[in-house]
């Protein structure tokens, strides 16, 4: 890292820190998970609270040192990920958010958009209760939970960085409930999702591989793509329901950040 990006994450800690204790703990940490990047750790589970200047967070913020969620931290609130021009101006009232980590991705919605209800869906069980702190008193409903084809159960595989955490049928040691999007939609009584955010590690091949039906109640699409076989297979799904599609960001044409649009409007009826 530069001597200028280095010292425009300071800034941006001292910034986002509401006391100087939670300021110190921010830089002294973020070091500690950069030596540590990669490395498995017995404390990676071990949470610690923040004071932070978020909107939207009734509570202090945890954060794990070695389990990435410092990583995600820095993509979304300083390096400004989701601050897409082709996000800007939502009206993004009900937003689902897949693979919700620990929650920030929730945090950062809901100061952007006029978020009315937020339903969070995430299956690793470390995770899952890390999220649960992060977004009490809020308006967000969480759900432990992997998203599939079709509903069941499915083991998934945590690495060291937790937010890595993936299904997989081979590694995977951890059995949770899977659940499909229509009984996802069905379970939360939701007709119809201003904002859809997908993020969960290349498992969306098999999601979109299965009948997309339930697409035309999404507005916008928001999905993480990570490789080019999971970009091709949730672009021909997308756009056989007629959606646009766009790449928003990434170093390669076929992976990172994609945002697909449904021409249809929200009908008047939901």
Not at 124 to 143: D, K, M, S, Y
Not at 243 to 267: H, M
Request: charged residues 15%; contains cysteine; aromatic residues 8%.
């Amino acid at each position: 890292m530069s001597l200028a990006s280095s010292l425009s994450k300071v800034a941006f800690c001292l910034r986002l820190a509401r006391t100087p204790s939670s300021f110190l703990q921010l830089v002294l940490q973020s070091r500690a998970a950069q030596r540590r990047a990669g490395r498995a750790a017995a404390s990676k589970n071990q949470p610690t609270e923040y004071l932070l200047n978020l909107a939207n967070a009734p509570n202090s913020t945890t954060l794990r040192t070695n389990a990435g969620d410092f990583n995600i931290l820095y993509e979304i609130f300083w390096q400004q990920a989701y601050h897409l021009p082709q996000l800007q101006g939502g009206a993004f009232g009900t937003v689902v958010d897949v693979g919700a980590n620990v929650g920030l991705a929730a945090l950062y919605f809901m100061e952007k958009f006029p978020v009315t209800r937020l339903v969070c869906v995430e299956p690793e069980p470390a995770n899952f209760q890390v999220l649960q702190r992060n977004l009490h008193g809020t308006i967000a409903v969480a759900v432990q939970a992997a998203l599939d084809a079709t509903d069941g159960t499915v083991k998934i595989d945590s690495s060291p960085q937790a937010y890595n955490a993936r299904v997989s049928a081979a590694t995977g040691t951890v059995e949770v409930a899977a659940i499909s999007m229509p009984s996802l939609l069905q379970s939360q009584q939701l007709d119809w999702v201003d904002l859809l955010k997908i993020d969960i590690e290349d498992y969306e091949q098999q999601v979109f591989a299965d009948d997309c039906a339930w697409l035309a109640q999404i507005g916008v699409l928001l999905i993480e793509v990570h490789s080019p076989v999971s970009q091709q297979v949730v672009q021909q799904a997308v756009q056989a329901q007629g959606f646009s599609w766009e790449q928003a960001a990434g170093k390669q044409t076929q992976t990172g950040l994609f945002v697909a649009r449904n021409p249809r409007q929200r009908p008047d009826t939901y």
